[in-house]
């Protein structure tokens, strides 16, 4: 085991987790262990065989192949397997998820978590609260795996498919012409092909869903950030008569159980929508494939059974590289493999810097001449200037009061909502006669609730000092945000005790580091 091992001790919470050149280790290292194990060589090297290491499987959703495949690694790896049972746990005396790890992490040296979860975010959190007790009590910090998480990630199945379609074309990664179809809103094997086929260096991706089950935009946005072309149809029938068709249909089943009423009684239309027909064989490409990443419906499967035989089959095998590409997720996370990996880790996070500017003072930045506008001039204090710049008079004066209760500024002052000196956009400005000085932090914290404004201290009738706030590149520690994603595991229903924290995407969206779900600036407060 190698301590420069990048790969040791990485939770894998959503497939992004893992960078392209990573995953592609991932698939060369699986290539490897499944030709070894096709001609029965020997398989010794790819072997934990470490007793002190626990896996620990906790399904607390339904399963079948995702847990099976991995209590089959872990297995084969010659490691302290346990399975958790949430059925007989204190789990259902409300304990937190976190109150529960913490207690078996207790019982080994290391440990590897495997957690399939209906809340959204679980591992990204468990990562950071039991990784900070780790550090605490001087242990290694425990491995999170994602083994699918309500509507947002799926990695460890991402990667066993990306792996099938390399597989398919003959590991050939220079371009891929995919097709999703069926529930591509709920299906989290779908949400994670937005960084997955970064696998690919050209990706066509056509999506194939009845209006209701469309993919939500955050993935969508997220495929066009990473530069795939996307196309869509309503219907099977729709996409074939359009012409150009792929040769690689990846097919996910209705997940009813994750549906609203509305949408379930409308069942039998979405699903004929995104149902394979017999009379459509024939126009087909050659070499086509079918996947899914299973279950099948046994009455209203999407894949009817009849294709079971024919070469479309592509779904068995590609559930059967679950195991071995779990085999190797184990090895890595366990710095078991990856001493030899040489390529870029994934992209650090953005730094906060820069979204403070200290502006120089000039010398005709006389108060009378900036602040008159239906404000007495401030002599001595503080004056928030370009507030809400742009916006309508009612989203300014509502900024105004935004800024006011979370700065705690209902203090003597005065403000307004104005024309800008040069256009016709309005802007507010408050200003503040008994405030001489604002911290770092505050600073931070008015950047985060009123983008574009700036900050003018003023002393003696003159303007001592001037900062230009831009959006910062995440905003978190604020009691007044929140996701809103009730699924998240920071909603706080869901009494995980997990603080919101959201980093800047495109544009002004800001993304929740738990589950995912982009907001616009707008919709993070709740103030
Ligand atoms: C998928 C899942 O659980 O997200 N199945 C799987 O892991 N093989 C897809 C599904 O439930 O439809």
């Given amino acids: 085991m190698s301590s420069t091992n990048p790969l040791q001790g990485r939770t894998l919470a959503a497939t992004a987790d893992l960078s392209v050149d990573e995953q592609r280790y991932l698939y060369r290292k699986t290539r490897e262990l499944k030709t070894a194990w096709a001609s029965g060589g020997d398989l010794t090297h790819f072997r934990i ?14 399963s079948t192949r995702t847990k099976e495949s991995f209590r089959n690694a ?3 790896h010659d490691v302290k397997l346990n399975v958790f049972d949430a059925s007989s ?25 495997v957690m399939r979860t209906k809340m959204e975010g ?24 994602n ?28 371009r891929i012409h995919v097709a999703l179809i069926g529930d591509l809103h709920h299906g989290r094997t779908i949400h994670s092909k937005a960084d997955g086929l970064k696998a690919f260096r050209s990706v066509t991706v056509d999506l194939v869903a009845p209006k209701e089950l469309t993919l939500p935009a955050s993935y969508k946005n997220r495929m066009e950030d990473n530069g795939f072309e996307i196309r869509e149809w309503a219907s099977i029938e729709e996409y074939l008569a359009s012409g150009e068709i792929s040769d ?19 069942e039998n239309e979405l699903r004929q929508a995104v149902t394979f027909q017999q009379r459509w064989l024939d126009e087909l490409p050659e070499n086509t494939r079918f996947y899914h990443p299973l279950p099948r419906h046994r009455e209203k499967p999407v894949i009817p059974s009849f294709l079971d035989g024919t070469s479309l089959n592509g779904w068995d095998g590609q ?31 953005m730094k906060e810097k820069s979204f403070i500017t200290e502006v120089p003072i000039t010398r005709k930045s006389r108060v009378e001449d900036r602040f008159k506008v239906g404000i007495k001039p401030v002599d001595d204090g503080m004056v928030i200037d370009h507030i809400a710049k742009g916006c309508t008079p009612e989203e300014i004066w ?15 002052g005065s403000q307004g909502v104005f024309h800008t000196s040069h256009s016709l956009d309005f802007k507010g400005i408050i200003s503040l006669p008994d405030i001489l000085e604002i911290s770092p932090t505050e600073l931070k914290k008015l950047a985060a609730v009123s983008p574009g404004c700036t900050v003018n201290l003023i002393e003696e009738r003159s303007v001592k000092a001037k900062y230009r706030l831009a959006m910062p590149p995440k905003i978190y520690n604020f009691t007044e945000i929140s996701c809103k994603n009730r699924e998240c595991v920071t909603w706080p229903g869901a009494f995980q005790n997990v603080p919101p924290h959201f980093y800047r995407t495109v544009g002004e969206t800001f993304t929740c580091r738990y589950c995912g779900k982009r907001h616009e600036y707008g919709d993070i407060w709740d103030l």
């Avoid at 679980?122 to 795996?145: H, K, S, T």
């Avoid at 209705?254 to 009423?261: K, N, V």
């Fill in 248 to 266: 690689c249909w990846y097919f996910t089943r209705l997940q009813l159980e994750r549906m609203g009423d509305e949408v379930r009684e409308r």
């Fill in 74 to 76: 872990a297995n084969f």
């Fill in 89 to 113: 746990s204190s789990f259902n005396k409300s304990e937190s998820l976190v109150d529960t790890v913490k207690m078996l992490f207790g019982y080994g040296r290391r440990s590897i978590f």
């Fill in 319 to 349: 559930s059967i590289n679950g195991y071995f590409t779990r085999v190797i997720e184990l090895a890595m996370v366990a710095g078991h493999m990856g001493g030899d990996f040489d390529g870029l880790g994934p992209v650090p996070e």
């Fill in 398 to 412: 509502d900024r105004i009061f935004r800024i006011r209760r979370i700065l705690q500024l209902n203090v003597r």
């Fill in 49 to 62: 065989r470490d007793p002190e290491l626990n896996v620990y499987l906790m399904f607390l959703e339904d």
């Fill in 122 to 145: 679980v591992c990204r959190a468990l990562e950071e609260q039991l990784g900070e007790y780790a550090d605490r009590i001087g242990r290694e910090r425990p491995v999170f795996i």
């Fill in 147 to 174: 083994a699918g998480d309500g509507r947002h990630e799926h990695p460890t199945q991402e990667f066993l498919d990306e792996f099938t379609f390399l597989e398919k074309q003959g590991w050939d990664d220079s």
